[in-house]
């Protein structure tokens, strides 16, 4: 018997994508989240930029929309590596930090426009992917 690294013996391996360090770096060198999704959009990370800086300026519906597109974006990535919907995500891996914060970010906005229920799908998404995330991105 094998351990995954969230402990759970029969439950599928974690699954680590693989990022864009294009658009990653050109983030952490202050390019404009709106250019680096125009350049990469398939990447998470830029459309969860966006909807982050969106949050901070209490723009719900248009941090709603980046978000989506973010996580959608993610949840391709995700199927393309194995995931079946169910399985560990972790953050600690930096390739699937721009998901994740896509999922936060769309959690913010649901709450901001009074979308109970997609506050609540978006939590338990998080919870299942790593218990750790909602802590990290400032939901837990």
Same mark, same amino acid.
């Given at each position: ?14 699954? @680590? @994508?693989?990022?864009?360090?294009? &658009? ?23 459309? &969860? ?5 969106? @949050?901070?300026?209490?723009? /719900? ?37 721009? /998901? @994740? ?40």
């Amino acid at each position: 018997m094998f351990m995954t690294s969230f402990g759970d013996l029969l439950g599928p391996q974690p699954t @680590l @994508l693989p990022g864009d360090e294009e &658009a990653e770096s050109e983030l952490l060198n202050n390019r404009d989240p709106e250019h680096v999704a125009a350049s990469h959009p398939s990447a998470s990370i830029a459309w &969860a930029a966006l909807a982050e800086r969106a @949050l901070d300026q209490d723009q /719900f519906v248009t941090a709603y929309a980046f978000a989506r597109t973010g996580y959608h974006r993610g949840l391709d990535q995700l199927r393309r590596n194995g995931w079946k919907g169910f399985g560990p995500v972790p953050w600690s891996h930096e390739g699937n930090q721009g /998901f @994740l914060r896509a999922v936060a970010a769309l959690a913010k906005a649901a709450r901001g426009i009074g979308e109970g229920e997609e506050y609540a799908r978006c939590l338990d998404l998080l919870e299942d992917c790593d218990p750790r995330a909602a802590e990290a991105l400032d939901l837990g």
